[in-house]
């Protein structure tokens, strides 16, 4: 079964970047996993951020960003605000169909 | 307005079955795969199953495969979720996703099932 890794909190300073990562436990990401981003506050549907690795999604503010970095799919918040305190999830579409949700990163900005 | 509409979720015994529905408005859901996404209370989200755009091919999670069926009415613009033997760990909320070139864009507001006797 694929496993798909985030980190499960990351914590960073108003004002500051943090890089989120999304990977495999064995394997590396690459753009042919179609990447995707999404943010969920609790209580709230989820939203879309970013989709075929760094495409930002409509009405999303560009301190929000994804790339490749090394063998991952990244999330680069760029100037964090406060609420920006959430939690991200990533998915990589394996290929036949399937997809998988990394276990998701609860950010913390203080 | 695009939009996705689930219903038919509530409490269910173990062992048990259940529909879900999803109502698309604002497009027409047979240009686009369509999936199933469950967030069990204080847990992640987690993908269970799509369908491709004319419903000729489903794919599942392992957790759900042979249990769950997904199927689609283009006519009437409706996802279903067709959930037999079912666990206390598919307690979640379902939520009916719309999938644009691998972007997960476009979320209803979730339907709850809770499994418990």
């Known amino acids: 079964q694929t496993v798909v890794t985030q980190e499960p909190s990351l914590s960073v300073s108003p004002g500051g970047t943090v890089t989120l990562t999304c990977g495999l436990r064995?394997?590396?990401?690459?753009?042919?996993?179609?990447p995707s981003w999404y943010q969920q506050t609790p209580g709230q549907t989820p939203r879309t951020l970013i989709y075929?690795?760094?495409t930002r999604s409509s009405g999303v503010p560009d301190r929000f960003s994804g790339s490749i970095l090394g063998d991952k799919a990244a999330l680069t918040i760029t100037g964090a605000q406060a609420d920006d305190e959430s939690g991200y999830y990533c998915?990589?579409?394996?290929?036949?169909?399937?997809?998988?949700f990394g276990g998701g990163t609860k950010l913390t900005v203080l | 307005e695009v939009q996705l509409v689930e219903s038919g979720g509530g409490l269910v015994q173990p062992g048990g079955s259940l529909r879900l529905s999803c109502e698309a408005s604002g497009f027409t859901i047979r240009r686009y795969w369509m999936h199933w996404v469950r967030q069990a209370p204080g847990k992640g989200l987690v993908w269970v199953s799509r369908?491709?755009?004319?419903?000729?091919?489903?794919t599942y999670a392992d957790s759900v495969k042979g249990r769950f069926t997904m199927s689609r009415d283009n006519a009437k613009n409706t996802l279903y979720l067709q959930m037999s033997s079912l666990r206390a760990e598919d307690t979640a909320v379902y939520y009916c996703v719309r999938d644009d070139m691998r972007a997960f864009d476009i979320w209803g507001q979730g339907t709850m099932i809770t499994v418990s006797s």
């Open positions: 998915v990589l579409y394996l290929g036949s169909g399937i997809s998988v």
């Open positions: 075929n690795t760094n």
């Open positions: 369908s491709n755009s004319d419903g000729s091919s489903t």
């Open positions: 064995s394997g590396s990401v690459s753009t042919n996993y179609y």
